[in-house]
C-alpha cells in the first residue's frame, strides 16, 4: 500500500472537521486539541509531499524541523489524549506526567543538527535508533515519507527515542487508562510495524493516528478536566 499527497490533505480535512465538530459541541478540549495536533502532522506531510514534488529543498528543509519538534512532544498529547480515559483520582498524576513529557521533548528536540551543529563523532547511529539519519531532510519512501534525522548520539543527558516509547506506552501503566485510551497508540503503532520499512514507520504511524482518534466522535470520557 502507498500512501499519497492526497491522502494526507484528505486526512488534515478529516481530523480538522473532526476537532471543529467536538468544539462545536461543547467536548472537553482534551479531546479534541490532541486532534488538532496530530491533525497539524498530516498537514506538514502534505506539504512535505508538495515541497518535494515542487523540489522546493528549502522549504522541504522547513519542514522537516517542523516535523521533527512535532514528533518530539507527541507524548504530551497523547498523554493529554488518554487522560479522558482515567480516573479523575490520577489527575495529580498525569499533571506531574504532563510536565516530565514537555521536558522530555525539549531534551530530545535539542538532539537535532537544526538546533545545532552535531560533529561527525557525536552523530547518532542509523543502525540501532530509529529515525537516524546521515542528514536531516524528509524524504519519499517506498511507501510514505521517510522521516530521517541527522541527531546527537544520546548519553547522559541525551535521550535517545525510546523516551518517547517510555511516555507514550509505558508510564500511562501506572495511570490506569482504559483499553480505549491505547487505540491510537497501538493500532498505529502496529499498523506501521506491520507494513513498513523501518525509516517509514514514524511517519505512516502519524498518519494512522487521526482515523484511530477519530473515537472520540463517539466515546463518552470518563475524566474531563485536567486542574
Not at 471543529?20 to 490532541?34: I, K, N, Q
Not at 508510564?171 to 497508540?185: C, E, R, T
Amino acid at each position: 500500500m502507498c500512501f499519497t499527497e492526497n491522502m494526507s490533505a484528505s486526512l488534515t480535512v478529516l481530523g480538522a472537521a473532526a476537532a471543529g465538530y467536538l468544539w462545536a459541541r461543547g467536548s472537553s478540549w482534551m479531546l479534541y486539541v490532541p486532534i488538532i495536533y496530530f491533525t497539524l502532522m498530516e498537514l506538514l506531510q502534505y506539504a512535505s509531499y508538495v515541497a518535494m514534488r515542487k523540489k522546493d529543498k528549502s522549504t522541504l528543509k522547513k519542514l522537516t524541523f517542523a516535523t521533527f519538534f512535532h514528533v518530539a512532544f507527541q507524548p504530551v498529547f497523547t498523554l493529554l489524549w488518554m487522560g479522558n480515559f482515567m480516573p479523575p483520582r490520577m489527575r495529580p498524576e498525569l499533571r506531574l506526567l504532563l510536565k516530565l513529557a514537555v521536558a522530555g521533548g525539549a531534551f530530545y528536540a535539542a538532539r537535532s543538527d537544526l538546533v545545532m551543529p552535531v560533529k561527525q563523532a557525536d552523530v547518532c547511529n542509523p543502525r540501532t535508533e530509529t529515525m537516524c539519519g546521515a542528514s536531516s531532510l524528509i524524504q519519499r519512501g517506498k511507501h510514505h515519507l521517510s522521516y530521517l534525522f541527522r541527531m546527537r548520539a544520546p548519553d547522559y543527558t541525551t535521550p535517545s527515542i525510546f523516551i518517547h516509547f517510555f511516555l507514550m506506552l509505558v508510564a500511562p501503566l501506572f495511570l490506569h487508562v482504559k483499553p480505549i485510551g491505547y487505540l491510537p497508540v497501538l493500532l498505529g503503532w502496529l499498523t506501521a510495524w506491520k507494513m513498513m520499512p523501518r525509516e517509514e514507520i514514524a511517519a505512516t504511524w502519524c498518519l494512522v493516528s487521526v482515523p484511530s482518534l477519530m473515537v472520540s466522535l463517539f466515546v463518552r470520557p470518563t475524566n474531563f478536566r485536567l486542574l
